[in-house]
């Protein structure tokens, strides 16, 4: 016969016209399994290619910084630089310590009173608060994260201060704990959202087995939904942290600026990033000055790092225990 039905198409097809068709339905899977699979690898490479241009882009700043400001040490021996605290450029005098002791103090100080208080807002707002003023504070906390660091620092300038000076009856209120007030507001909104996040993300099942085994709201938010959400509580600090280590134009606004060790809360004091801004302008390029601002945004960035290793660290040990 020269004419066969097709089953299920209801049409009748030519020997030769039911060839025809199959080699182009074949042609079209084919080239639609191409497409997808060019789509595939180019996804791929773009994605593998994004990732090794971010990590170029860390290891050329860091060797960089490292670079230049390894130089410092032609002039200045190590330890006069690490552990001496007079910074005396016109002197040729570059000791460090009191910005990296003022630097882990602030950072400390800021992460003691932020994150509790971080966690207390996330608590109250994904386990206490009903449905209508959750949607009220969410979107302040989120605004608040958007809020330019000189607004922070012009309001710790001319309110914080002021406020401190009146509270203490101390003549300065500038200092590392005005410093640390500034920071905490400042790092509070994005603790509290990422934590409320994570407390949010807990199954309700495990609320579910806690109640029913007879714990209380109280045991059942610190035993159960805490340990379960501490993976992303981790990650908050991490980002509170680094947003505390790296502010600059705030912390210039409050702290003093004044190259002296921060023994005292209402000691005008210097920290890396304040010291770096100050001075950065008025430096010559090749000079040990310059190398030795350099040096010290090489220790910050390690100072960061070492930060987010540690808490990795122990974020690691607490899924294994």
Do not use: H
Not at 177 to 196: E, H, K
Not at 235 to 245: D, F, P
Not at 267 to 283: A, E, F, G, R
């Amino acid at each position: 016969m020269s004419m066969m039905e097709v089953p299920n198409l209801g049409t009748v097809y030519s020997g030769e016209e039911l060839g025809r068709s199959l080699e182009g339905s074949s042609g079209k899977a084919f080239s639609r399994r191409a497409r997808l699979s060019f789509y595939n690898r180019t996804f791929k490479i773009v994605c593998i290619a994004s990732a090794v241009f971010v990590c170029l882009i860390l290891f050329s700043i860091l060797l960089l910084m490292g670079r230049t400001g390894i130089l410092t040490f032609e002039t200045v021996s190590l330890k006069t630089f690490f552990f001496s605290t007079e910074w005396v450029p016109e002197n040729e005098q570059y000791g460090a310590f009191i910005f990296i002791f003022g630097t882990i103090a602030l950072t400390l100080l800021t992460m003691v009173i932020s994150v509790p208080l971080s966690l207390i807002i996330a608590i109250f707002l994904s386990e206490m608060t009903p449905a209508w003023l959750k949607n009220a504070l969410r979107p302040v906390l989120d605004l608040l994260v958007g809020i330019p660091s000189v607004v922070y620092g012009f309001l710790g300038m001319t309110v914080l201060i002021p406020m401190l000076r009146s509270v203490t009856g101390t003549t300065l209120g500038d200092g590392i704990l005005a410093a640390a007030i500034v920071l905490t507001i400042m790092v509070l909104p994005t603790i509290s959202r990422i934590t409320d996040d994570s407390i949010v993300a807990v199954p309700k099942k495990f609320r579910d087995a806690s109640y029913a085994l007879g714990s209380t709201r109280f045991q059942t938010v610190v035993r159960v939904v805490i340990p379960a959400a501490k993976s992303g509580i981790m990650y908050a600090v991490i980002l509170g942290m680094a947003r505390a280590l790296g502010e600059t134009m705030a912390v210039v606004m409050v702290i003093g600026n004044t190259p002296q060790l921060a023994d005292a809360l209402f000691k005008p004091t210097s920290v890396l990033t304040s010291n770096i801004v100050m001075q950065i302008p008025n430096v010559p390029f090749d000079s040990a000055w310059n190398y030795a601002l350099y040096m010290m945004g090489f220790i910050l960035l390690v100072i960061s790092l070492i930060m987010i290793v540690v808490v990795r660290a122990i974020q690691g040990r607490g899924v294994k225990s």
